[in-house]
């Protein structure tokens, strides 16, 4: 476990076109484009591992799904949008509750703010999917990716039962390797236990300093205080 790579960057909230026809260079979700590629600097590095990035749903983007990678360098993600895929069904998350279950597996939740965490049980069902550019991205082409569903089964009584679908370029075509990506996902709670202590614990964001520069350099001293306490 370590800190591979950080991109830090100014919000500007003043002046910008419509969300959906900025380029992606001027979105904040570029973010994620930039982690492909410090993976893909760690593969040269490392070129016998293979290299996953794991994005939340604010990476449920068609540019980091159709962006070029080498080998050795994949990405999963949980789905945000209910995107249109080629299939009888039209949409990935209908397409997915239609398919053949392909078993079950029980998973550790993530803890929830005043309640214990818990082990669910959980339906698994997996498919390759083809996913058309949309209207404002038809240069990129089609995307051919694997999506993953679990949604659990007999939730106790007053919870809301957990279900996510799941995103990768990961080849899935078994239980044993859908269970495999939903543990991968699993993973970034972790990453959210990181934030909470570099805030918390570090209190970057209450750090007296006045210019990037120092802003900087605090933030990437704490981001590997708040590794090390982890």
Known sequence: MGLLAQHNWVREDKG???????AIADKESCKWLKSIE???AAREAAPETTWVSVGDREADGFEWFAMARPVGVEWLVR???????ESEHRHWWETLQASREAGTVELKGPRRPGKPPRTCPLSVRHQRLTIPAPRTRKPLGEVHLWG??????SPPDG????EGLLLTSVPTSCLDEAIERLHGYSCR?????WHRVL??????ESRPLETIERLSGALTLYSIVAWRIL
Do not use: Y
Request: charged fraction near 25%; glycine fraction near 6%; proline fraction near 5%.
């Open 148 to 153: 993953i569903l679990a949604t659990e089964i």
């Open 189 to 193: 709670w972790r990453i959210e236990v």
């Open 16 to 22: 910008l076109s419509p969300h959906k026809k900025r």
């Open 199 to 204: 805030k918390t614990g570090g209190r970057i």
């Open 79 to 85: 789905a945000s949008w209910n995107r249109v895929v």
């Open 159 to 162: 919870e809301t039962p957990i």
């Open 38 to 40: 410090a993976l893909a």
